[in-house]
Every structure is written in structure tokens, then in C-alpha cells.
């Protein structure tokens, strides 16, 4: 079994940051990739980053300059730095993962990131 779990969010004002953590853990042995979604009230779930072993991450355009995604490989964990959020950035983000041997796509619960002054 493998888990995810978010952490980070919150209430933050407009302009302000944030940034969400997301700890892999359980039986595999390494992870190949992360990546982070989210979703907004009425709205699909839309891509933001990957990040695949050893490469530089890849963002949805829109997010470019404003997130970075990290990732610490000791630590199993990747990061989402959100900078300059404003109130259409509300939404739960989630994490997903795909680690060796399985190579299955896990996802972690999500986290609440709630923009508002």
C-alpha cells in the first residue's frame, strides 16, 4: 500500500503564499513521479505540475511564474509553492504519485486552499 498525505493549506489572503506538502509513504521502493491537481467548486480537476525523477518540473502554463514544485527524494515528499494567490485559486489540491514497482497512480485526500480577504 502506498499513502499520500497533503498538508499546508488554509486561509490566505490575496497576494499572499502558500506552500502545500506532500509526504509519500507506505510499501514501494522508490517514486518515480509526483504531481499536483486541483479542483475548484463546479469545476473539473485541472492539472498544475509534475515533477518526474531527476527532470525539472512541468507546469500547466497558467501556473508558470506564480507555483514551483520541489521535490526532496530523501524524504519522499514534493512541494508546491503557491505565490501570489489570489481568490481564483481556491480550490482543493491534490497530489498524486506513482511509485516503483507498481507503477499505479496513488493520490493523496487533497487539502483545502481557500483565497479570501
Known amino acids: 500500500q502506498v499513502q499520500l498525505v497533503e498538508s499546508g493549506g488554509g486561509l490566505v489572503r490575496p497576494g499572499g503564499s502558500l506552500t502545500l506538502s506532500c509526504a509519500v509513504s507506505?510499501?514501494?521502493?522508490?517514486?518515480?513521479?509526483m504531481g499536483w491537481y486541483r479542483q475548484a467548486p463546479g469545476k473539473q480537476r485541472e492539472f498544475v505540475a509534475r515533477q518526474n525523477e531527476g527532470a525539472t518540473p512541468i507546469y500547466q502554463g497558467s501556473f508558470s511564474g506564480r507555483f514551483t514544485m520541489s521535490r526532496d527524494y530523501a524524504k519522499n515528499t514534493a512541494y508546491l509553492q503557491m505565490d501570489n494567490l489570489n481568490p481564483d485559486d481556491t480550490a482543493v489540491y491534490y497530489c498524486n504519485a506513482i511509485a516503483r514497482p507498481d507503477f499505479v497512480l496513488h493520490w493523496g485526500q487533497g487539502t483545502q486552499v481557500t483565497v479570501s480577504s
Open positions: 507506505g510499501n514501494f521502493d522508490s517514486v518515480y513521479a
